[in-house]
């Protein structure tokens, strides 16, 4: 599991010039939880990580990766 509570500078990365509300609306979550994966603060399900890593394009398995 990823470390919890570290900002993911990664996820960021990826987002590039997209806003957090353009990310979430695609991948069909609210705002604010995708705030919360940004910030380490809260880990995804399987389903909601390979959303996210179709959305931008990344292999969704990171999210689980130490």
Excluded: C, H
Excluded at 15 to 24: C, E, I, K
Excluded at 32 to 40: F, I, M, R, V, W
Excluded at 56 to 61: A, K, S
């Amino acid at each position: 599991m990823a470390e919890f509570g570290k900002t993911r500078l990664w996820l960021i990365k990826y987002r590039g010039d997209l806003t957090q509300q353009q990310v979430a609306n695609k991948a069909g979550i609210s705002r604010s939880y995708y705030a919360e994966l940004e910030s380490g603060s809260k880990n995804p399900g399987v389903k909601t990580a390979k959303r996210l890593g179709s959305v931008l394009m990344f292999d969704w398995t990171i999210f689980f990766k130490t």
